[in-house]
């Protein structure tokens, strides 16, 4: 049942995420593979505004380079804010503007952040009052990351990535994410993962049906260790990333260079994530990027999912 809605705006704030440690089960019949992965919500966020509308529309802006933006239906805070509608029997529409900080196609789950952004927005814009666990299903019809990015925190994603555990993680780790000034499309990293595999398959181990996480990586974030983290960081993405996109090998050295504790293409890519000791050394790491010519933030992680910052 569908409740009066009296707000005129909602504003909601979603994060994007660092893959610390993801592992990539072997092709499977249906074409997809099984994966393990840590998630981080770090601190570069994805501002989305929900105004009552007779129908759905999105306007995109901010920093980053929007050209591979959709902002017809196919946009996926779009698709979302309609399966809300569809589901709850909402008769209207919802007018969506977004102000991208997340690098689109990098790898950090942006439009999966949007999704989530729409979902929680048009909820509480509509008054359709679903629960955590009705919105985390409808998020996982739209994407494997929209769970992660309506949770937050740090979560180990099992399945496509969309079935969460949260961990226990303390402190805080303090990221410098290099953005690219191109993207790389998710289903062409995984489809040179598996001619990588080929290739390689006298040298590397086959790799398994179900996936599991690495023990350190868990101690790692229970303990708010960086150094720890830095050792037991893995992405069997990176390698078929940097085939595609040879560039990334330069920026991984750079980083090196700057005194990161470790370097990692986050997700399917082409946005590197650095990870530095404390606060200090990663603004030493952002300034030597930066002179260097890259394009770097810096973030920490981690920060709560997507939620409501302003309503009237």
């Given at each position: 049942m569908?409740?009066?809605?009296?707000?005129?705006r909602v504003r909601v704030r979603a994060p994007g995420k660092i893959n610390v440690f993801l592992r990539v089960g072997s092709l499977l019949e249906d074409g997809y593979h099984d994966v393990v992965t840590a998630y981080q919500a770090v601190s570069l966020y994805e501002d989305l505004r929900a105004m009552p509308s007779d129908d759905f529309s999105v306007r995109v802006r901010g920093p980053v380079d929007l050209g591979g933006v959709p902002t017809d239906g196919s946009n996926l805070a779009i698709r979302a804010a309609r399966l809300l509608a569809a589901r709850t029997g909402y008769p209207g529409g919802a007018r969506l503007e977004i102000e991208k900080h997340v690098p689109v196609a990098g790898g950090m789950g942006g439009g999966s952040a949007d999704a989530a952004a729409a979902l929680v927005a048009c909820d509480a814009l509509w008054g359709t009052g679903l629960g955590r666990e009705e919105l985390l299903a409808l998020g996982a019809e739209l994407g494997a990351d929209v769970p992660f990015a309506l949770s937050g925190g740090t979560a180990i994603g099992v399945g496509r990535g969309d079935v969460l555990s949260p961990v226990l993680a303390t402190g805080t780790f303090e990221w410098v994410i290099a953005v690219a000034d191109f993207g790389l499309s998710t289903p062409a990293v995984y489809?040179?993962?598996?001619?990588?595999?080929?290739?390689?398959?006298?040298?590397?181990?086959?790799?398994?049906?179900?996936?599991?996480?690495?023990?350190?990586?868990?101690?790692?974030?229970?303990?708010?260790?960086?150094?720890?983290?830095?050792?037991?960081?893995?992405?069997?993405?990176?390698?078929?990333?940097?085939?595609?996109?040879?560039?990334l090998v330069e920026l991984l050295s750079l980083g090196e260079a700057a005194e990161a504790l470790a370097g990692i293409v986050s997700g399917s890519g082409p946005t590197v994530a650095f990870l530095a000791a404390d606060q200090d050394a990663a603004i030493g790491i952002q300034v030597a990027l930066s002179a260097a010519g890259r394009t770097v933030v810096r973030a920490h992680g981690p920060v709560p999912g997507a939620r409501v910052v302003d309503e009237e």
């Open positions: 569908v409740s009066p809605a009296p707000r005129r489809e040179e993962l598996d001619r990588h595999r080929v290739r390689h398959v006298l040298d590397i181990a086959p790799p398994p049906v179900t996936p599991q996480v690495d023990p350190g990586v868990l101690q790692a974030l229970r303990a708010g260790d960086p150094v720890m983290l830095a050792e037991s960081m893995q992405n069997d993405l990176q390698a078929p990333a940097l085939q595609l996109a040879p560039e």
